[in-house]
């Protein structure tokens, strides 16, 4: 039975447990319905950009820790590429092989993190996101030996990585890649099949491809709707053209795809990590680079597959050490694009799912 | 001072009367459904009393008194459901403003 | 002596809870002195020795009709411009102390045929049970009838209700 | 009469002391006096087992979620719900400015007194003294009252004039009303067998259990309760995730502190009523009745608690549907079956059982196969993705905890940690200044002033602490490797100047250099700690 009531305006954060950070959304509703969503961002806005052009070429790298801080990793890698890009450095194979293996490493961390906020919002009350939690711990343990940190990793250089890794890594490494798929197997033997789940996810939030393409949206939430695009594949960066690998990939656009997709990627990257120890060669990790870097003037784009997308860098340079303008393509706000009409149409409940299979990240989308 | 039935008679008719004042008195639809529900109730009142005090083997009066509710029930739901409905086409509950038969 | 007591005060209370359910201008509070009234009233089926009446009574008048009414005020957000009077209010008034005048000279000239002495209060469960099925002078055809105005009223409520 | 049978009869003959003890006093004084003793038995008894319920729930959960879950507080954390009270009572107590007052204060009460007057009629041992009153219509008695704390609930919705408890307080009486039609539903199928109201005589007519007779009227009890008390999967008014707490959002202190009496004062209720109509009360062979009767309510509450754990929560109009299209219509077809069975065969032989299981089995799959609960929907898998996973939770409860009791006990960070704090060695430094200009945020202040010989002597090297982001530009930028990252994490300061590090710290000894950017260091680090796999894998 609908029954037709006078719309209010419901406000949804800035301070709300399920808008993952200080995301705001101004929802129109009908009863539970919502009929109209404005999101507001910007509270956690740095400057970042701007920040940019003040610090020299290395001086940037801690920096991009702070952009998506569940996927740092990824980000450092970003930008060492456009960079290298710009200034047209080689990077020793062995340092491209360690970057393979933390931004594999810090997908997995970060897609756990993505499915286990996603079924915490839907109200699994934290069990799942504890049992994702202790997998995210090794990982975070592996990158504290590699680089002394467990969140901000500052790992990558300009020309390559800041240490090699250490004797106890690679063992450590295999356990967890022993590991893991049985713990994958684990999640979806809790939550894959639940009858709760599935209707909670199957149908609701139906990203359609065309749209999806539109809104330039990219990561997992395009691939949900079907499109074969991951830069990984299309683009090979670093040494990516080198594994066996597939792209899983959606074929609604709903809610469960995203979350399957994440889940299938986390197996891909397991799987991805496993050959790159095989060929891991041993060697330099970092080529002679100068300490205030001085690329010739003009501009670069550099872009990578993050955990949530395309995670692009465009650096300007007018060949002083300090770039002139860095601008950032985060996946997370260009996912949000299309979250009006994700949402508009279903409840409350459905828009906190919704909005948390897309998988954003505050300090991302507002730099 | 013992109760008897004529206490529980005059409970019943004044809160009968507050019912039909506030039927008569009220703007509000769901105030008026409201006052008719305290008049069913001080109807129940009576018959129980009569049950108990006239025919106190029989529980006629209590079988009624289950009678008025569901009835009571039946009432209050359908009622809800016009003043919603006229709610909606109308943006108001107020029954001097509904006074077209036809919208 | 007890049961003096109790129904004294629940006679005054549901009195009063009446009058603030028609005097009352929010009339969200309105409908919270109802459900005080209706529990009240259940208070005296108690003192008259009807328990089972008692406990539908609430269930159903404070279960299920309030609510339903308190759910009424959310949906039509008549709260914000209250529940006033109309201008037949002195009208009512009068019409309502005449009536309340008639009904107690009534109730204080009829000689009622009350049975003396009153025999102990019973547990009414099996008794309204069987007064209800009994096959002679029993309640089952009204029973069956009243079944039907229900399913009527929640079939006519849902069309009244649903957006067209 | 011996010790144990006063421990085996303990409520009863608790019972006989008090009335004899009272006989010289006129009847209704006496029986005004028990009644008292009563009332506050069970005020005493809820608020008490309310406490280790909390404590209960809490260290449960925290199993299922390989955690210890809270044990600090007296013996494995009993008192942690004591120190959540005295928390709770402390804090400010703060009114909304545009709620409703009256409304506002008083609903937190309404929505506690229907939990403690259930009480009123749950026997916990037979005879006298094991229930206040034996109520002719106890299950009845039951129902309608546990109804008035809907009200309560809608009065904090209404009263704190916020629109989160507001959709709180909608989506209560939606639920509550609905779910209370398969309720009462399913227990006519118990009266039916019983043939009373009365609660006592429920558990007396008991021999064998009725969750065995009545299979499919405790799935649909149990499923009911669950949804009138709010518990997951049907916490949607609490949905913390999307109407952040529901109702009770704008309550304070004291005020939270009763509905949560409310709310698990109720679960309490359910488990208890549970144990009653299907589990056989307090009968079981050996232990004292009231043992038991607290064993199988634990035992209800636990299994609340498996579920809280593992299921995700229903959407709305799903809950509604569940209502409405699968457990309503399975409580009716109960019915019926239970009232041709008690025609049939009026003492129910055991055989009965069998037949009742399978006909839940073949419900459950009918209609799980062919009515969605909305459109699309359909619970195809009869329930087997929720069993799979409980299976999992339950799995869990034997696995290590992976908690960290962190002052007593700590993880070696990695070897190469940057820690909260550099550490300097001043003597090999040159002053050379290439950490300051490493630094991204100038956070280094350098002074230096030409040494008697050749080199450099440092003056003033003092780091910005607060501004500090640790990244180690400056450690790996210095060329004589006088610079370390500190080991420590624990850094912390009341006072801003002691944000800006000088040297004399940076060279105290209690800093700790760790081996980041200097491998020769590494050998003599201690071991990193790493996560072990829990037990029961490999």
Not at chain 1, 197 to 204: D, H, Q, S, V
Not at chain 1, 350 to 361: E, N, Q, R
Not at chain 3, 142 to 145: A, N
Not at chain 4, 250 to 278: K, M, N, Q
């Given at each position: 039975m609908?029954?037709?009531t006078?719309?209010?305006v419901?406000?949804?954060?800035?301070?709300?447990?399920?808008?993952h950070?200080v995301?705001?959304?101004?929802?129109?509703?009908?009863?539970?319905?919502?009929?109209?969503?404005?999101?507001?961002?910007?509270?956690?806005?740095?400057?970042?950009?701007?920040l940019?052009?003040?610090?020299?070429?290395?001086?940037f790298?801690p920096?991009?820790?702070r952009?998506?801080y569940?996927?740092?990793?990824?980000?450092?890698?970003?930008?060492?590429?456009?960079?290298?890009?710009?200034?047209g450095?080689?990077?020793?194979?062995?340092?491209?092989?360690?970057r393979v293996?933390?931004?594999?490493?810090?997908?997995?961390?970060?897609?756990?993190?993505?499915?286990?906020?996603?079924?915490?919002d839907?109200?699994?009350?934290f069990?799942?996101?504890?049992?994702?939690?202790?997998?995210r711990?090794?990982?975070?343990?592996l990158?504290?030996?590699?680089?002394?940190?467990?969140?901000?990793?500052?790992?990558?250089?300009?020309?390559g990585?800041?240490?090699d890794i250490?004797?106890?890594?690679?063992?450590?490494?295999?356990r967890f890649?022993?590991?893991?798929?049985?713990?994958?197997?684990?999640?979806?033997?809790?939550?894959?099949?639940?009858?709760i789940?599935?209707?909670?996810?199957?149908?609701?939030g139906?990203?359609?491809?065309?749209?999806?393409?539109?809104?330039?949206?990219s990561g997992?939430?395009?691939?949900?709707?079907?499109?074969?695009?991951?830069?990984?594949?299309?683009?090979p960066?670093?040494?990516?053209?080198r594994f066996?690998?597939?792209?899983?990939?959606?074929?609604?656009?709903?809610?469960?795809?995203?979350?399957?997709?994440?889940?299938?990627?986390?197996?891909?990257?397991?799987?991805?990590?496993?050959?790159?120890i095989e060929?891991?060669?041993?060697?330099?990790?970092?080529?002679?680079?100068?300490?205030?870097?001085?690329?010739?003037?003009?501009?670069?784009?550099?872009?990578?597959?993050?955990?949530?997308?395309?995670?692009?860098?465009?650096?300007?340079?007018?060949?002083?050490p300090?770039?002139?303008?860095?601008?950032?393509?985060?996946?997370?706000?260009?996912?949000?694009?299309?979250?009006?009409?994700?949402?508009?149409?279903?409840?409350?409940?459905?828009?906190?799912?919704?909005?948390?299979?897309?998988?954003?990240?505050?300090?991302?989308?507002?730099? | 001072?013992?109760?008897?039935?004529?206490?529980?008679?005059?409970?019943?008719?004044?809160?009968?009367?507050?019912?039909?004042?506030?039927?008569l008195?009220?703007?509000?639809?769901?105030?008026?459904?409201?006052?008719?529900?305290?008049?069913?109730?001080a109807?129940n009142?009576?018959?129980v009393?009569?049950s108990?005090?006239?025919?106190?083997?029989l529980?006629t009066?209590?079988?009624?008194?289950?009678?008025?509710?569901?009835?009571?029930?039946?009432?209050?739901a359908v009622?809800l459901?016009?003043?919603?409905?006229i709610?909606?086409?109308r943006?108001?509950?107020?029954?001097?403003?509904i006074?077209?038969?036809?919208? | 002596?007890?049961v003096?007591?109790?129904?004294?005060?629940?006679?005054?209370?549901?009195v009063?809870?009446?009058?603030?359910?028609?005097i009352?201008?929010?009339?969200f509070?309105?409908?919270?002195?109802l459900?005080?009234?209706?529990?009240t009233?259940?208070?005296?089926?108690?003192t008259?020795?009807?328990?089972?009446?008692?406990?539908?009574?609430?269930?159903?008048?404070?279960?299920?009709?309030?609510?339903?009414?308190?759910?009424?005020?959310?949906?039509?957000?008549?709260?914000?411009?209250?529940?006033p009077?109309?201008?037949?209010?002195?009208?009512?008034?009068?019409?309502?102390?005449?009536?309340?005048?008639?009904?107690?000279?009534?109730?204080?000239?009829?000689?009622?045929?009350?049975?003396?002495?009153l025999?102990?209060?019973?547990?009414?469960t099996?008794?309204?049970?069987?007064?209800?099925?009994?096959?002679?002078?029993?309640?089952?055809l009204?029973?069956?009838?009243v079944?039907?105005?229900?399913?009527?009223?929640a079939?006519?409520?849902?069309?009244?209700?649903?957006?067209? | 009469?011996g010790?144990?049978?006063?421990?085996?009869?303990?409520?009863?003959?608790?019972?006989?002391l008090?009335?004899?003890a009272?006989?010289?006093?006129?009847?209704?004084?006496?029986?005004?006096?028990?009644?008292?003793?009563?009332i506050?038995?069970?005020?005493f008894?809820?608020?008490?087992?309310?406490?280790?319920?909390?404590?209960?729930?809490?260290?449960?959960?925290?199993?299922?979620?390989?955690?210890?879950g809270?044990?600090?507080a007296g013996?494995?954390?009993?008192?942690?719900?004591?120190?959540d009270?005295?928390?709770?009572?402390?804090?400010?107590?703060?009114?909304?400015?545009?709620?409703?007052?009256?409304?506002y204060?008083?609903a937190p009460?309404?929505?506690?007194?229907?939990?403690?007057l259930?009480?009123?009629?749950?026997p916990?041992?037979?005879?006298?003294?094991?229930?206040?009153?034996?109520?002719?219509?106890g299950?009845?008695?039951?129902?309608?009252?546990?109804?008035?704390?809907?009200?309560g609930?809608?009065?904090?919705g209404?009263?704190?004039?916020?629109?989160?408890?507001?959709?709180?307080a909608?989506?209560?009486?939606a639920?509550?009303?609905?779910?209370?039609?398969?309720?009462?539903?399913s227990?006519i199928g118990v009266?039916?067998i019983a043939?009373?109201?009365?609660?006592?005589?429920?558990?007396?007519e008991?021999?064998v259990?009725?969750?065995?007779?009545?299979?499919l009227?405790?799935?649909?009890?149990?499923?009911?309760?669950?949804?009138?008390i709010?518990?997951s999967?049907?916490?949607?008014?609490?949905?913390?995730?999307e109407?952040?707490?529901g109702f009770?959002?704008?309550?304070?202190?004291?005020?939270?502190?009763?509905?949560?009496?409310?709310?698990?004062?109720?679960?309490?209720?359910?488990?208890?009523?549970?144990?009653?109509?299907?589990?056989g009360?307090?009968m079981?062979p050996?232990?004292?009745p009231y043992?038991?009767?607290?064993?199988?309510?634990?035992?209800?509450?636990?299994?609340?608690?498996?579920?809280?754990?593992?299921?995700?929560?229903?959407?709305v109009?799903?809950?509604?549907?569940?209502?409405w299209?699968?457990?309503?219509?399975?409580?009716?077809?109960n019915?019926?079956?239970?009232g041709?069975?008690?025609?049939?065969?009026?003492?129910?032989?055991?055989?009965?059982?069998?037949?009742?299981i399978?006909?839940m089995?073949?419900?459950?799959?009918?209609?799980?196969?062919?009515?969605?609960?909305?459109?699309?929907?359909?619970?195809?898998?009869?329930?087997?993705?929720?069993?799979?996973g409980?299976?999992?939770?339950?799995?869990?409860?034997?696995?290590r905890?992976?908690?960290?009791?962190y002052p007593e006990?700590?993880?070696?960070?990695?070897?190469r940690?940057?820690?909260?704090?550099?550490?300097?060695?001043?003597?090999?430094?040159?002053?050379?200044?290439?950490?300051?200009?490493a630094?991204p945020?100038?956070?280094?202040?350098?002074?230096?002033?030409?040494?008697?010989?050749?080199?450099?002597?440092?003056?003033?090297f003092d780091?910005?602490?607060?501004?500090?982001?640790?990244?180690g530009?400056?450690?790996?930028?210095?060329?004589?490797?006088?610079l370390f990252?500190?080991?420590?994490?624990?850094?912390?300061?009341y006072?801003?100047?002691?944000?800006?590090?000088?040297?004399d710290?940076?060279?105290?000894?209690?800093?700790?250099?760790?081996?980041?950017?200097?491998?020769?260091?590494?050998k003599?680090?201690?071991?990193q700690?790493?996560?072990?796999?829990?037990?029961?894998?490999?």
């Open positions: 609908e029954l037709k006078e719309p209010f419901l406000n949804m954060g800035p301070q709300h447990p399920s808008t950070g995301f705001r959304m101004r929802l129109v509703l009908d009863g539970e319905v919502i009929v109209d969503v404005e999101p507001v961002f910007g509270y956690l806005h740095r400057g970042i950009e701007k940019a052009e003040g610090c020299n070429y290395a001086q790298i920096y991009t820790d952009l998506d569940l996927a740092s990793m990824t980000n450092n890698f970003a930008y060492v590429l456009t960079v290298e890009k710009l200034a450095i080689k990077v020793p194979e062995r340092a491209e092989y360690l293996i933390m931004a594999e490493l810090m997908r997995i961390a970060s897609h756990l993190m993505a499915v286990g906020f996603l079924l915490n839907m109200g699994a009350f069990t799942p996101l504890m049992y994702m939690f202790r997998e711990e090794k990982i975070l343990d990158f504290d030996m590699v680089c002394g940190q467990r969140l901000t990793y500052n790992y990558m250089r300009i020309g990585v800041s240490h250490p004797e106890e890594f690679l063992p450590a490494l295999r890649l022993s590991e893991m798929p049985h713990f994958i197997d684990e999640y979806d033997q809790l939550l894959a099949e639940n009858e789940l599935l209707a909670r996810t199957k149908g609701i139906i990203l359609p491809r065309e749209l999806a393409i539109n809104s330039s949206a997992p939430v395009l691939r949900a709707s079907g499109v074969n695009w991951d830069i990984r594949k299309v683009d960066y670093s040494v990516y053209d066996q690998f597939d792209i899983p990939l959606g074929t609604v656009g709903d809610t469960y795809d995203r979350y399957r997709v994440r889940i299938e990627e986390m197996r891909q990257s397991v799987r991805i990590l496993k050959q790159a060929q891991l060669p041993d060697g330099e990790i970092r080529s002679k680079v100068p300490a205030r870097l001085r690329p010739p003037a003009g501009e670069a784009y550099g872009h990578i597959e993050g955990p949530k997308g395309e995670l692009g860098f465009y650096i300007v340079s007018d060949n002083s300090n770039p002139y303008r860095l601008r950032i393509r985060p996946p997370a706000l260009l996912n949000l694009t299309a979250l009006r009409d994700l949402i508009v149409g279903w409840k409350i409940a459905d828009a906190v799912v919704i909005f948390g299979s897309i998988d954003i990240c505050l300090g991302e989308v507002d730099r | 001072m013992a109760i008897g039935l004529e206490h529980y008679l005059i409970l019943s008719a004044i809160l009968f009367s507050i019912g039909v004042y506030g039927v008195a009220k703007r509000n639809a769901v105030a008026i459904l409201m006052s008719i529900e305290i008049m069913l109730n109807v009142i009576a018959m009393a009569f108990r005090y006239i025919v106190p083997a529980l009066g209590q079988v009624f008194a289950i009678f008025i509710m569901t009835v009571a029930a039946a009432e209050a009622g459901a016009i003043i919603i409905a709610y909606r086409s943006q108001t509950v107020d029954v001097e403003k006074n077209l038969m036809k919208w | 002596m007890g003096a007591i109790a129904f004294w005060v629940l006679a005054a209370v549901s009063a809870s009446a009058l603030a359910v028609v009352t201008r929010d009339i509070r309105a409908a919270l002195f459900v005080l009234c209706f529990l009233i259940a208070g005296i089926y108690i008259l020795g009807a328990d089972f009446l008692a406990a539908v009574q609430v269930l159903i008048y404070i279960g299920a009709i309030s609510v339903l009414i308190i759910f009424a005020i959310m949906l039509t957000r008549e709260a914000q411009r209250g529940s009077s109309n201008r037949l209010r002195l009208p009512a008034l009068a019409i309502g102390v005449l009536l309340l005048a008639t009904l107690v000279f009534a109730v204080l000239v009829t000689p009622w045929n009350v049975v003396v002495p025999p102990e209060a019973e547990p009414t099996a008794g309204i049970a069987a007064r209800l099925f009994d096959l002679e002078g029993g309640f089952v009204p029973f069956e009838i079944s039907v105005l229900l399913l009527a009223a079939i006519g409520a849902i069309v009244l209700a649903r957006d067209r | 009469m010790v144990w049978d006063f421990i085996y009869n303990l409520f009863p003959r608790l019972y006989e008090t009335s004899a009272l006989g010289g006093l006129p009847t209704w004084a006496s029986y005004l006096i028990l009644g008292l003793i009563g506050v038995l069970i005020l008894f809820v608020i008490l087992v309310v406490m280790l319920f909390v404590w209960f729930e809490r260290r449960l959960v925290g199993r299922f979620q390989i955690r210890l809270p044990n600090r013996p494995a954390g009993l008192f942690q719900p004591i120190a009270v005295i928390k709770l009572l402390l804090k400010e107590s703060f009114t909304p400015s545009k709620a409703d007052r009256w409304v204060f008083l009460v309404v929505a506690v007194v229907p939990a403690f259930i009480f009123a009629v749950v916990i041992q037979g005879g006298a003294g094991g229930i206040l009153v034996d109520l002719n219509i299950i009845l008695y039951i129902v309608a009252i546990s109804t008035i704390s809907v009200v609930v809608f009065m904090a209404w009263g704190s004039s916020n629109k989160y408890s507001l959709v709180g909608m989506r209560t009486v639920q509550m009303v609905s779910y209370e039609v398969p309720l009462v539903l227990i009266v039916l043939g009373s109201l009365s609660m006592v005589t429920i558990v007396k008991q021999a259990p009725f969750i065995l007779l009545q299979p009227g405790f799935l649909i009890f149990f499923l009911g309760s669950l949804a009138e709010n518990r999967p049907f916490d949607l008014l609490e949905a913390e995730s109407i952040v707490a009770h959002t704008e309550y304070p202190g004291i005020w939270f502190a009763i509905f949560f009496l409310a709310e698990y004062g109720h679960a309490l209720a359910v488990s208890a009523i549970v144990t009653t109509l299907f589990l009360g307090w079981g050996g232990l004292p043992l038991w009767f607290f064993i199988k309510v634990l035992l209800v509450f636990s299994v609340m608690l498996w579920l809280r754990s593992t299921l995700p929560r229903f959407r109009d799903q809950l509604m549907g569940f209502a299209k699968y457990l309503f219509p399975l409580a009716l077809v019915i019926f079956i239970t041709f069975e008690a025609i049939l065969w009026p003492d129910f032989p055991w055989p009965i059982i069998l037949v009742n399978l006909v089995g073949v419900l459950i799959v009918l209609w799980s196969r062919f009515f969605p609960l909305e459109e699309g929907f359909r619970l195809e898998r009869y329930g087997i993705g929720i069993a799979k409980m299976a999992l939770t339950f799995k869990h409860l034997f696995r905890p992976i908690t960290v009791q006990q700590r993880l070696t960070p990695s070897r940690f940057r820690g909260n704090e550099l550490v300097l060695d001043l003597g090999r430094c040159t002053g050379c200044g290439a950490c300051v200009r630094c945020l100038n956070i280094i202040h350098l002074e230096t002033r030409r040494g008697p010989e050749k080199g450099l002597i440092v003056e003033r780091v910005e602490a607060g501004r500090c982001m640790y990244c530009l400056c450690v790996e930028s210095c060329p004589v490797g006088c990252m500190g080991r420590s994490y624990e850094r912390a300061t006072r801003l100047e002691e944000l800006t590090v000088g040297m710290r940076l060279t105290a000894p209690d800093r700790k250099p760790s081996a980041y950017a200097h491998p020769e260091m590494e003599e680090m201690p071991e700690t790493l996560l072990a796999p829990p037990k029961g894998v490999h």
